[in-house]
């Protein structure tokens, strides 16, 4: 079960048109992130503007990847919230339509202690029989899923994988030596992907794949065939995108290079706004120069 979650999986953003969910470029971003080779899709999650959507459209969205994808890549949903039990909702929700497995990011803003996280994480693993990936990032919630608890829940047998979004390559290593291969890691860090893949990790939930799926996909494949001066040609070719796609919070930038792509309409929900002038100029000429501008 642990090795259900390898290779690169975007995390999905969420097209809005007039306000509402654009359901036609969803199932296009679908396509097109299937076409370049991604491993899975990631919906529901902080870049797919998961705290904006009601909890109709939150279903809403992870229902039509489902079908959208119809088994031609793993789906693994954005399920967490705050409050347990909520979270056990949505992830039987996903569940039931068919998603592969559940990303539950820590509790945020309650900020529990060891002891909570890891009795939350269990709660829903006894209510659920979807594999589920846990989902730290402190800079986010406000609370750290320290590799000790990882270890504790490492035991659940629904609890297979980790996006670890700290970009901390101890803390990575610490995960891996006290888990071994009970817990898949996923990186959630793009510029720090190849990095991760030394230390044992076993893909990403990537952002930057929403508007470079191929190329993200090229440097996985490159460092399983032991190649990695290639992967790290790739890795150095993307780092000024990897770094401009969080120039502002994310999913900003990453929504205003789907748009000059073509992938979605310029539209992002309250309280972010639309990515500065002066940013954009400078992700255009980025996008410009890996040729991605004419690859949709």
């Not at 939150?58 to 909520?86: F, P, Y």
């Not at 996903?94 to 509790?107: M, N």
């Amino acid at each position: 079960m642990s090795t259900l979650f390898e290779g690169v999986f975007t995390a999905l953003i969420t097209p809005f048109r007039n306000h509402q969910v654009d359901q036609e470029a969803l199932k296009h971003l679908v396509e097109f992130q299937i076409a370049n080779g991604v491993n899975g899709l990631v919906p529901c999650g902080t870049t797919g503007e998961s705290a904006t959507l009601s909890h109709e459209e939150h279903k809403e969205v992870i229902r039509l990847c489902v079908m959208a994808a119809a088994g031609r890549v793993k789906i693994i949903a954005g399920s967490g919230s705050n409050s347990t039990q909520e979270t056990i909702e949505l992830t039987r929700f996903a569940q039931q339509v068919g998603a592969d497995g559940a990303l539950l990011i820590t509790p945020y803003y309650n900020k529990p202690g060891q002891e909570g996280l890891y009795q939350h994480y269990r709660a829903v693993a006894e209510q659920v029989k979807i594999p589920l990936v846990l989902y730290n990032v402190p800079g986010r919630t406000g609370v750290d899923l320290l590799p000790a608890t990882v270890a504790r829940l490492a035991n659940t047998e629904t609890i297979v994988g980790l996006k670890e979004a700290t970009a901390n390559m101890e803390r990575a290593s610490s995960i891996r030596k006290l888990c071994g291969d009970a817990i898949t890691l996923l990186s959630g860090d793009d510029a720090t992907f190849l990095p991760f893949l030394a230390v044992g990790g076993k893909g990403v939930i990537s952002v930057s794949s929403n508007v470079a799926p191929a190329q993200m996909v090229a440097l996985h494949q490159a460092w399983q065939k032991g190649d990695a001066a290639q992967a790290r040609q790739i890795h150095d070719q993307l780092l000024d995108l990897n770094q401009q796609l969080f120039c502002e919070t994310n999913p900003i930038p990453v929504k205003a290079a789907a748009h000059m792509l073509g992938l979605c309409a310029p539209e992002i929900r309250l309280p972010l706004t639309w990515l500065s002038e002066p940013n954009q100029a400078m992700l255009r000429i980025t996008l410009n120069r890996l040729g991605l501008l004419a690859s949709t």
